[in-house]
Structure formats: structure tokens, C-alpha cells
């Protein structure tokens, strides 16, 4: 879903940039396209309808029906909100690599990246569109802060903020809880790649394709969270082998995840948490120790399981310390 504020920042942001043509990579009803069109039409002047021949808009979208009500067409609020700027959509069922293929050249000074959320995918879609970006152009990503969305129960969907927050040029931020930003690409394109290893070294979500990965340069890495029911077996390994099991984190998340692990009938030895202050507490049963105090050479060596919206953060910090994933911990979804 796109916000009102959301395409308010949008709108100010095309308003102010004024490109003759842009890129959008997912589209599902076509209500941000509808909006960013709108934005073009107005840069274009008053009474700008159906005037101006081309294509201003192309967007691109993996399903040819909308993926909330398949009863519409992907893109299809664009003809029912703003029909007069129809002429200027074009809609095509494909991917980053499909836009790469068909715009290269293009030139564009915008493009919007609100497709697949969970990471590396809005990194990679950056990658595959870079051949039809300008220099110093711009690209706005919406959900930069999807896992931390009141409510929401999947605390995967870091996508869009890993390349966000790791992006060391001009940016800015704003929308519906901060949700939406946008980064502006360097006057040497050929710096982007490198710039997007920072993001790209963050815990894998999901696999990318070969033939993605190929096309972009990408090295495969393997993933950094794992399933509950495969977290539960290599959890289940631990334990036979005697390594104390310990839940990162006291918070909600943690608690829940300790009784979780308990109804398996697996022994919880405890909390750790990054705070030494809490070291020494007792929640639910369970003492808390600090974090830094587990040693991996201890004997038995301790075993970490990670969950919650803060998991793929600790799960760069355990490996950063020399902690293997899935060898001394598991971070869960």
C-alpha cells in the first residue's frame, strides 16, 4: 500500500526533479504509478492532456493481475483514477532484467523501487536498472522501514532498508512513518556496484536467482535467516550435543521464542542480551547474561538463537565476532 503521505512525498519529490520519463519497478493496482504520472503531467504544465506524445511512465510488475484482487489488472488504477494519462503508461510483465533489457539507454532521471521487499532484492533491482539511469539521478524506495510496521508479524522485509541505510550518498527520507526515501545515484554510475557490497554483506533474506546473479555480477550468499522448522532441528543437533541453547534477547520476542523452544521440549540455558545492566536478571524462569560474556571457547560452546525485528542486526554482529551461522547460532523467521 502507498500512503497519502507517502505520495505526497512522491509527488513533491517528481515535482522538484521534473523528468521527462521514469521507471517503476512494482506496480500492483498502479495507485503509485497513477501518482507519479500525475506529478509528470503537472511538471508539464496546465492543461497538459493527451498533448504530449510518448511513453513518460514505463512500469514493470512480475504478474499480469493484481496480487490483492486478481480481478483487476496489474496497473489498472491508472486508467480508473487518471484516464487521461493512460497514453502514457506502459506496463510490461517482467523484472529488473526485463527493464534492463528494454530501457538501456534510456536515460531516466527517476525511478520508484516497490517491488520484491525481502533482501537483497531491492539492491539487486537498483543493479539491473542502472543501465537506463542518468548520472546523479534518483530512485526512490518505499517500505525502508517494513519490518517495523505496527502490527506487522514478519520481521523479514529488510530490503529496501539495507540499501537505504548503507547508501552513503545524498539521500532523504519521509511518508508514513518514514517509510519512503530515495537515494541519489552517483555522476559515475560505474561507482554504484561497488558502493552496494555494504548492503549486500547484510543477512540474505532469500536467494537470488543464478541467472540474476550472473546478469548482475552478484556473488551468491547463503542465506542468514532459516525457517522455523529447520532453526528447530539445528537447535535440536545443538542440544544433543550439549551446547547450552541461548534466546538473543529478553524482550517480547525472545520470551516468546524461549516458550516456544521449551514446548519442543528443548532446554533453554537463558537470555543474553547486549546490555550489561541486565546481566543477573530472571525473566520467566531464565537468567539473563550479557551478551559479551559468551565465549565460544568455553566447553561446552554455547549456541545462540536469534529472532525479532532487531535479528538480521545481531546476526551481523555474531558473525562479525567470529560466530558461525548455523554452527554456534540461528537466526529464525
Same mark, same amino acid.
Given at each position: 500500500?502507498? $500512503? ?5 512525498? !512522491? ?7 521534473? /523528468? ?27 492543461? $497538459? ?56 539507454? !534510456? ?22 536498472? !542502472? ?7 534518483? #530512485?526512490?524506495?518505499?517500505? +525502508?522501514?517494513?519490518?517495523?510496521? /505496527?502490527?506487522? @508479524? ?11 541505510? $548503507? ?32 548492503? *549486500? ?5 532469500? $536467494? *537470488?536467482?543464478?541467472? #540474476? ?6 556473488? /551468491?550468499?547463503? !542465506? ?9 532441528? @539445528? ?21 516468546? *521464542? ?9 532446554? #533453554? @540455558? ?12 530472571? +525473566? ?47 537466526? #529464525?523467521?
Amino acid at each position: 500500500m502507498i $500512503t497519502e503521505d507517502d505520495a505526497r512525498f !512522491l509527488h513533491e519529490l517528481i515535482l522538484e526533479l521534473r /523528468p521527462p520519463v521514469a521507471i517503476e519497478l512494482g506496480v500492483a493496482s498502479g495507485c503509485s504509478s497513477a501518482v507519479i504520472l500525475e506529478a509528470m503531467r503537472q511538471c508539464r504544465g496546465p492543461g $497538459t492532456r493527451n498533448v504530449e506524445l510518448g511513453t513518460w511512465l514505463h512500469a514493470f510488475d512480475i504478474t499480469e493481475r493484481c496480487y490483492f484482487d486478481r480481478s483487476r489488472l496489474t496497473g489498472a488504477a491508472v486508467a480508473e483514477l487518471t484516464p487521461w494519462n493512460a497514453p502514457h503508461f506502459r506496463f510490461a510483465v517482467g523484472d529488473a532484467l526485463l527493464a534492463r533489457e528494454r530501457l538501456s539507454g !534510456l536515460n531516466a532521471p527517476f525511478a520508484f523501487i516497490d517491488a520484491n521487499h525481502l533482501h537483497p532484492w531491492a539492491t539487486a533491482d537498483l543493479l539491473g536498472l !542502472l543501465p537506463a539511469m542518468a548520472p546523479a539521478s534518483w #530512485v526512490a524506495l518505499h517500505d +525502508i522501514r517494513l519490518p517495523f510496521v /505496527p502490527g506487522r @508479524t514478519d520481521s523479514r522485509g529488510h530490503g529496501a532498508r539495507h540499501l537505504f541505510e $548503507t547508501w552513503p550518498g545524498e539521500k532523504r527520507q519521509g511518508g508514513t512513518d518514514d517509510n519512503i526515501g530515495a537515494i541519489r545515484l552517483p555522476e559515475n554510475l560505474d561507482d554504484v556496484n561497488a558502493i552496494v557490497q555494504a548492503s *549486500l554483506r547484510r543477512p540474505w533474506e532469500v $536467494t *537470488l536467482p543464478a541467472p #540474476v546473479c550472473s546478469a548482475l555480477g552478484i556473488a /551468491p550468499r547463503p !542465506l542468514g535467516l532459516v525457517p522455523k522448522p529447520d532453526a528447530l532441528r @539445528t537447535l535440536a543437533k545443538a542440544a544433543a550435543r550439549q551446547r547450552p541453547l541461548y534466546v538473543c534477547g529478553s524482550g517480547q520476542a525472545g520470551r516468546a *521464542l524461549a516458550d516456544e523452544l521449551r514446548r519442543c521440549d528443548l532446554k #533453554v @540455558t537463558g537470555f543474553v542480551d547486549r546490555d550489561p545492566a541486565k546481566r543477573g536478571e530472571i +525473566i520467566d524462569g531464565l537468567r539473563v547474561e550479557c551478551r559479551s560474556h559468551l565465549s565460544l571457547a568455553g566447553d561446552p560452546k554455547p549456541f545462540m538463537v536469534v529472532a525479532g525485528m532487531f535479528a538480521t542486526e545481531i546476526d551481523a554482529e555474531l558473525a562479525a565476532t567470529g560466530w558461525r551461522r548455523g554452527k554456534d547460532f540461528v537466526v #529464525v523467521w
